[in-house]
């Protein structure tokens, strides 16, 4: 059943009108030439909206009871909506029972009936039968066969839908109303309501203080996941709220699967969609800081930790380019490609919080190497030759620094570490930033990243899992860095000869670089066992090149470096062994 | 022959400005004033304005498309004229 609708009938005729001498035009333009072929097609798809959809539905209403009354006996039927007298379509004018159910409710009622239905828990609905029965969400409860949710919610939604749209004063009443109602959030996903308020009802229900309620847990997950599935931005305007956002992070609340689909849609494919958008982004993640920094006793959820290292493949750029460990209390800057200032991010102390919380889960520490590691890979690849005197060593060697300090298990950095070194030989730099992938659209581009960082992460774990946790050798994070970022340097001047004049290791024979090529082909291969050997094994081959070592020991005396190489200030908790 | 062809290619650049100027003139571009929530209200109608606006922004992109095709045909055009006045012999 189609959702009412209400018209002012004589524009609705007017309309009409339009509609058919705009399809006549264009059933009337011709154009056979071969670069016209593409705009041929864009007329065809206006002319097919206007032909199954507007056409259809302006005949229906100028058929129905409602206008035929009207256009006979003039002013039948007309109801109110604010100042203006309006007709339903398919409206009740003669006295039968009304098309829609709830269309003759007052607003009242139809908030009561919303307010009634929202005392439920969805972990134990009663059904026909008088037995509990169990749900995940309240999507599942509308697919199944319960009288209520799978028949009447659908047309509640319908019904509130159409008073949102049509009165502005109403769904002001409304928002305000989720408190009490917190099914009116949830209807955003089940009939078509105007974008912003789907934005204003998730900020509403996130805003709740009261969270014991099932009904609330599930309206806040439906309406998330529609704002969501609005686009993007619509996410990014649910985060700058300071309130809600407090409520994304926290654990328990938000399913986790939402709140990381949530925080990259706002955090990192709006700001791809819309680079205007990054000074809100940056907002948004100073906000985020903020509060993981000392406000979660028990840290934040995993969605997102896991939606916030993912974000961070953008992210990383603005935060790296001014991060210099002086004192914890020293602001962090951001800043954007072109070297703009974002603003601060937060203290040095703040972000090591920030990383630590985000790196509570598995699947986030490994998402997290796999970052620095792209990261790494982009920084090199843009410095090209300049490598050797720029700042570019640098910002990679106090971002890992930083991820390094934030750390507080061993396991923790074990496994972004066995991440980063996995992902080293897959030269993920495209990803980094905000507009790398231009071929791909936001979503393409975090889906495909998803994708790789993925099959990383189960590449790490199958590779780390094979080791004997008592034998396990110490991967720290500071030293794969180091070490990363040395294969790196090498990697570059190996495949791009024209950079060797710049980097100052022209003279070096082919038979020379391919040496170094095939042992870091052995690194990236090895397991942690062999590792450690392997790299010593470079490290020699290259001292013994006076070009390369010189270049080396450029690299290796850039700010951060040495602090890499320090032993790692972590809790060794339990027996470090690694991630399964 | 270039200058027939030459020829050719600016009819062609022709026809698809005139193209550019019909989509232009469209009454399509103008239903969604007609249509807004003066005139129906309700789910279905911001159905119907989402997909039409969508519509007429392909097609507004597409006219931009025609608009680029018709100057690159001129440029053919052009060369080729310059080709036969450069070329030795009667003209």
Known sequence: MSPPLAYQPDRIQALRRLAEHALDELRQLRCDDSEALDAAASIRRVQRVLELDWMPLLAAIESSDAMVT?????????????HTKWLRFGG???????PWPYSDVSDDELLRHLELAGRFTPAAVVDSSGGLVAFDSIADMVRSDLTFWSTDFPDLCAELSWRVTADPAFADRAIAAVGTSPLI????????????????????????????????????DAAAAQVVANGAGDALDVLSDREALRSILQPGLLDDSVTEALLVAGLHEAVVADPDRLIDGAEVLRTAVELTSGTFDAGISVGASRGLATTMIGWIDPIAEDVLYENDTQEVLMRDSAGNDLGPVGTYAALKDFFGAVMRDEQAQLTMGTVLSAYTDRVVASAGGEIRNGS??????????????????????????????????????????????????????????????????????????????????????????????????????????????DLGVEGVSDEEWAELAHRIEDIDRAGPAERDGLISGLRKAASK????????????????????????????????SVPT | MS???????????RRLRDLAVKIDQLSVFGLMAAAGD??????????????????????????????????????????????????????
């Not at chain 1, 450029?554 to 200030?569: F, Q, Y």
């Open chain 1, 392 to 501: 570019a060593v640098q910002k990679i060697a106090h971002f890992g620094d930083l991820l390094r300090d934030a750390v507080v298990e061993e396991q923790v950095e074990m496994t972004a570490a066995a991440a980063a070194a996995t992902a080293r030989r897959e030269q993920l730099g495209g990803f980094v930033g905000f507009s790398a992938d231009a071929l791909l659209t936001a979503t393409g581009a975090r889906a495909a990243f998803k994708f790789v960082a993925g099959e990383i992460a189960d590449s790490a774990l199958d590779r780390f899992s094979d080791v004997e946790a008592d034998t396990m050798p110490s991967l720290p994070l500071g030293k794969v860095t180091y070490d990363s970022i040395t294969l790196t340097v090498l990697e570059r001047a190996i495949d791009h000869p024209s950079e060797r004049v």
């Open chain 1, 185 to 220: 959030a949830a209807a955003t996903r089940f009939a078509a309501f105007p974008t912003d308020f789907t934005v204003r009802a998730l900020r509403a229900i996130l805003q709740r203080p009261d969270w014991a309620s099932g009904a609330v847990k599930a309206s806040a």
């Open chain 2, 3 to 13: 200058q027939y062809e030459a020829q050719n290619l600016r009819w062609r650049a």
């Open chain 1, 545 to 576: 090149i006076p070009q390369v070592d010189a270049l080396l020991s450029d690299v290796h005396g850039k700010s951060g470096m040495e602090t890499l190489l320090e032993t790692p200030v972590c809790q060794v908790i339990g027996n470090p």
């Open chain 1, 70 to 82: 009207w256009t006979a006996s003039h002013r039948v039927g007309l109801f109110a909506i604010g």
């Open chain 1, 92 to 98: 009740a004018s003669n006295g039968e029972a009304p």
């Open chain 2, 38 to 91: 003066d005139t129906w209200v309700g789910p279905r109608p911001l159905d119907c304005r989402n997909r039409l606006h969508s519509a007429n922004q392909g097609l507004h992109e597409a006219r931009q498309q025609v608009l680029w095709s018709a100057t690159r045909l001129d440029h053919r055009a052009l060369h080729l004229e310059l080709l036969a006045l450069a070329a030795p012999g009667p003209r």
